[in-house]
């Protein structure tokens, strides 16, 4: 496993030095260095290679690549994880904050609520966000709410005069918040809309061994995952290294709107418990500890989607803060996806009238053609021309897609056609089709292709190191 490869030798020039800032508690300073990586990154990227994909944790059919794909641009899978009873949820005891590690605070409610469903098994400490103060201690809670209050937030029937708790268990996992359980801390934030935010605050590995499952089905084969978890974890990194992180509550969201993450376990609305997190995605996160995505000696971030469709996106044309490995590179592995292509039928009169809140084109004149404008960068979202009587219009195929919501326009990439009384819209891919290919990088593993070939076919002229110290990894079983 951690043999040395040739050519790594050049790869040993580029160690970084990464200070993340308010990332680690302590100040921890993180060396990305290429002195002890397993061979599965031990070495420098090809210039081009895959590309990969991306999913959401599940049982999956006899072949997982017929299974279908559900909605996002992060992830694009049904939010069903292996079962607690047939895999279930590690628990292991694991201190809320230890020194050295990036710790990650992810939304879990989005947008605040009016009230926060909290319970614990075990006792829970209130602290306010940031003090070592004790405000009070909880021996369980029993589904009690969190409301606002005037001066501050109300948890059952205790009231803080503080307008941001952080309830620390005494071990963790055991704090829920609705129908999910988490690792780490949760803080508990007083908006002005009197409303409440729900943030978990955890480290960043065990983050990362819930995403994995949040974002590709465990059916999927190990380098499909494993490329997974490397992309997700230079993806919230990125975030946390953002400038103004100590003026945000937040690093990214528990949604496809960041990465998918669902906790260590989750209740669905039927009363089944399902494993957030598991064993094999623990061992992953474990076997890829501290990799990232490099260019230039920098982070970038590694946007990725469920179906690029045959080809990705170019970064650019779709991200300001896209990188140039974020580039639009051919994928003949996701055609096994259900969204690989997809046909939708609009009412010419629907059509219409939706067409003219958004341009000086009016509801009332019959639409006569529609040409697709010539794309000026490859994969971006094209635009089109709408004629309707004398009058024609332009606009981007990522405002059709908006204008036309509730009709399941999986992506950006698609052409548009009259018939006698529909408008016709054949698509590709699902999601914003950037990055990694959820559904391509499962294609390339069944093809026999290597975590490291995914990510070179996808980020083409990135690189991986791993971050250090060790203190980053995570134990691939319960402790």
Known sequence: MFQRLSGWRRAARLSVLLLLAGVASAGALFVLRPGSLPALVQRHLPARSPERAAGSAGNSAADPLAAAAASGNRAGFPAEADPAGSEPPVIADLPGEVPGRPMVRVCLTDPAMEQVILAAAGPVTVRPVGSPEVLGRFPSLNRAG????????????????????????????????????????????????????????????????????????????????????????????????????????????????????QGTQYETSGGRKLAGETPRSRQITAATAGVVCTWNNRLFCTYYSAVCGGQTAAGNGVFSDAAPPVASVPCEWCSKAERYRWSVEVP???????????????????????????????????????????????????SVRRMLSGYSLHSSRFELSLETDDVRVTGRGHGHGVGLCQWGAAGMAGAGHSCTEIISHYYPGAQLLRLLPPAVSVSASAR
């Open 146 to 261: 969190c409301t606002t209050t005037r001066t501050g937030l109300k948890i059952g029937t205790r009231s803080f005069a503080a307008s941001q708790l952080e309830l620390i268990p005494a071990r963790s996992p055991d704090l829920w918040v609705g129908r999910h359980q988490y690792r780490g801390t949760i803080r508990l934030y007083r908006q002005t809309s009197n409303r409440v935010l729900a943030v978990n605050v955890l480290p960043l590995e065990d983050y990362i061994a819930s995403v994995i499952n949040g974002e590709m089905p465990a059916a999927f084969d190990q380098p499909a995952r494993e490329a997974q978890a490397i992309v997700a974890r230079t993806y919230v990194l990125y975030q946390l290294m953002r400038p103004g992180r100590q003026q945000r509550l937040f690093d990214v969201y528990a949604s496809t709107r960041s990465q998918h993450y």
């Open 348 to 398: 010419r009169a629907v059509f219409r009238e939706r067409l003219s809140g958004r341009t000086s084109l009016n509801h009332s004149s019959p639409l006569t053609a529609i040409r697709q404008a010539a794309a000026t960068v490859p994969g971006r979202p094209p635009d089109f021309e709408i004629h309707a009587g004398r009058k024609s219009a332009r606009i981007n195929a990522s």
